[in-house]
């Protein structure tokens, strides 16, 4: 009874704006940001329950990746580090849209019942917050606040302004009962990947110590990345977009989504630029893709996109997993995990390798749960979200197979691989895609190649593609199957694309509700751009 006086009290100063329907979506409740302090309450609440039903510490992040600055949004961060899970995302919709605090009150003891979760026991629930660089963070993060504090004994940790990577890492690492705070997150970059460069089999040449030029989207991720830069030695990294006074806005002609999406450089970068290593990360930095600026007036770039990033990332962990297989006969289960988006030729080239590739649907949650499967899971979006998972067991392999090397008949080859396997996966964020981590892995890998960008690029040529958005009344109306790539619903608009993709030689095209925006979107390839944009155009005819 305390409790729901408490919550009661609490949620009448939170109240939902009239004639607003928000859902937990893909990745989080995202908004215009003066809409969102009674969300972001109750999501708070949300995370607290979270954290008595796991018995865990959870994480809850303010942040609006790449939308414009005067959006906002929330998103929770489960034990492990990884998303929400699924099955508490209803959840998650009925708490939003509560209308009253009587409602909100009674829905959570309704669910808290139906999941055994008791107030006021032995174990408290703690959150651990985090936001990025929007102006409209530190208020919503006082509403996140309230709203965990609103609940019996939860304690609310605020970690301060981070990147939305570092809060998961943190998340994770706590329930480990290990060390997580940012100093931790950043040694432990630092450290792997100066093992990493230890590790290189040959002396680098000096067009190899290049520097790298990075775009920060004006966000939380260039600030961290000058903290990152100054630890480390044989790397030179520019930073611009940094997100200081005067330099832009965040997201505004800047950052990853833009560079994929319009394929031109970003503000700041120019012909000056040309040939050059660059990155761009997006605006909580869970993001990133590489890119050359090409020579001539209208600033359009060669993008080095997710898929290039994880057909970097698969040919490495292939070389070093090939050399250990080769005298135990140990045979390790590598798996890549892509969605639909994925450009054809990466599939092509991932396959030709001799690698198993699985499709998912667009969203982290779901292509990171496939690559839970395997002993080595490497998952990418085409628009450059994805990370390197390895097992437990796996890893614990690993660490025996290091233990005993001194009496081992390992060859220095042998050794060294399973040194390099060990610094990947410390590198690299198990929690979440995050590019600070993965900028870091690339470069590794670069050297290790010996590549150049352009090098690099060149693993494959992508398939012209086209991408639409149809807006539309329902975007529920579209029922998809097989991890997008068939409709179901309604009847006989697959049927209709299949004749559309009939006329065509080397085509594929496929429709799909957003999860983050009231439209269907619309992907076609082909082999030629015309095709492509042709293809898309007729699909899009069908959608309406
Ligand atoms: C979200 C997803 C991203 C996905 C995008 C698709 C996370 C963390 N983010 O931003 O993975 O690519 O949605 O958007 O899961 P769409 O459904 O509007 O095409
Ligand atoms: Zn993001």
């Avoid at 998972?389 to 025996?400: D, H, R, V």
């Avoid at 009231?518 to 959608?543: C, G, P």
Wanted: net charge negative; hydrophobic share 40%; glycine share 8%.
């Amino acid at each position: 009874e305390h409790q729901k006086g408490m919550l009661l009290e609490c949620a009448s100063k939170y109240p939902v704006p009239k004639g607003v329907k928000i859902s937990y979506g893909t990745a989080g409740f995202r908004a215009d940001a003066s809409i969102l302090s009674s969300t972001v309450f109750r999501v708070g609440i949300l995370a607290a329950l979270r954290s008595l039903k796991t018995k865990s510490v959870i994480g809850l992040m303010i942040t609006a990746s790449h939308n414009q600055i005067s959006d906002n949004g929330v998103k929770i961060a489960d034990p492990s580090g990884g998303m929400l899970t699924q099955d508490w995302e209803p959840f998650a919709d009925l708490l939003a849209n509560a209308p009253d605090p009587q409602n909100l009150v009674k829905l959570i003891s309704e669910f808290a019942k139906k999941e055994n979760i008791s107030f006021g026991g032995v174990y408290s629930a703690e959150v651990l917050l985090g936001r990025d660089t929007r102006p409209s963070g530190e208020s919503l993060l006082e509403a996140a606040r309230h709203g965990i504090n609103s609940v019996v004994g939860a304690v609310a940790t605020d970690m301060g302004i981070l990147t939305t990577p570092q809060l998961h890492w943190m998340v994770r690492y706590r329930n480990k009962g290990k060390s997580s705070l940012e100093s931790d997150y950043f040694t432990q970059l630092s450290n792997a990947f100066r093992c990493l460069m230890n590790y290189i089999p040959r002396e680098m040449t000096t067009s190899e110590m290049d520097e790298l030029i990075v775009d920060g989207a004006n966000g939380v991720g260039g600030e961290k990345l000058e903290v990152v830069k100054k630890t480390l030695s044989s790397l030179v990294i520019q930073i611009r977009n940094s997100g200081r006074e005067g330099e832009g806005v965040l997201n505004q002609g800047v950052g990853a989504d833009f560079v994929q999406k319009e394929k031109i450089v970003p503000s700041g970068f120019g012909q000056i630029d040309v040939g050059k290593r660059c990155a761009s990360l997006d605006g909580d930095a869970d993001r990133f893709v590489y890119f050359h600026v090409l020579p001539g007036s209208n600033n359009k770039i060669e993008l080095v996109d997710g898929d290039k990033i994880l057909s970097l990332f698969a040919l490495f962990i292939k070389q070093q997993l090939a050399i250990l297989n080769k005298e135990d006969g140990h045979q390790v289960h590598l798996g890549i995990v892509q969605t639909a988006y994925a450009n054809g030729a990466s599939t092509d080239y991932l396959k030709k390798l001799g690698l198993e590739v699985a499709l998912t649907p667009t969203g982290v949650k779901y292509l990171h749960e496939k690559a839970c499967e395997y002993d080595i899971g490497i998952y990418f979006e085409a628009n450059g979200h994805g990370t390197i998972l390895f097992s437990a067991s796996f890893l614990s392999w690993l660490e025996n197979r290091n233990k005993e090397i001194a009496s081992s008949s390992d060859g220095l080859e042998q050794q060294l691989s399973v040194k390099r396997l060990l610094a990947v996966s410390e590198l690299i964020n198990q929690a979440v895609g995050d590019a600070l981590s993965g900028v870091l892995l690339v470069e590794v890998i670069l050297r290790h190649m010996g590549w150049s960008i352009q090098r690099w690029n060149e693993l494959y040529q992508d398939l012209p593609s086209r991408q639409l958005k149809v807006k539309v009344m329902d975007r529920t109306a579209v029922v998809t199957a097989n991890a997008e790539t068939g409709v179901v619903k309604p009847t006989g608009l697959q049927e209709a694309i299949n004749c559309e993709v009939a006329k065509y030689t080397m085509r594929r095209s496929f429709v799909r509700p957003s999860g983050t925006e009231d439209v269907i979107r619309v992907y076609a390839e082909a082999s030629t751009q015309e095709e492509a944009d042709n293809l898309a155009k007729s699909v899009a005819q069908h959608v309406d």
